[in-house]
């Protein structure tokens, strides 16, 4: 009667255990596409992303690289100073979204040119996405506004 026991136990256990294995692998598996990595324009040049790879890049939108196309069409180059992606959007663009602030996109590589489906601009002047900052702080361009002297 005990060794019924134990090994009624030991299956249920075990039992448990590949329900807990089959369980991590399914939610792993259905969270694989809902994961989208940030990279810089930099990360972006030096190890391009797998073929039709989502991902977020982000940067400082180029001075003098914003240009309207037809309808909502829109074009530009984010660049954290060391490199620089052409972004292609076709969509209503953010209020606050200008040359020179810090934008961070959602998409795919299609050849150079990184074809944006959602756009996210800063929300206040002084506002930078986090990876953005760090991104800058890696290229050593960053300032922080708190830091900068008054004028």
Not at 58 to 72: A, C, D, P, Q
Not at 101 to 118: D, N, R, S, Y
């Amino acid at each position: 009667m005990k060794g019924l026991k134990k090994q009624r136990r030991i299956q249920i256990v075990a039992l448990a255990a590949v329900a807990l294995i089959g369980a991590t692998g399914l939610v792993g598996y259905a969270m694989q596409d809902g994961i989208n990595f940030f990279r810089s324009p930099t990360q972006v040049m030096e190890e391009p992303p797998r073929e039709g790879e989502t991902f977020r890049i982000g940067g400082l939108v180029e001075e003098g690289s914003l240009k309207r196309g037809e309808g909502t069409e829109v074009a530009f180059a984010v660049t954290d100073t060391n490199a620089t992606v052409p972004v292609r959007y076709t969509g209503i663009l953010p209020d606050l979204f200008a040359e020179g602030q810090g934008v961070v996109a959602l998409g795919k590589m299609e050849g150079e040119t990184f074809v944006a489906t959602e756009v996210l601009a800063k929300h206040d002047e002084t506002y930078m996405p986090k990876e953005v900052v760090d991104a800058l702080k890696e290229q050593g361009v960053y300032v922080d506004p708190a830091e900068q002297p008054e004028s």
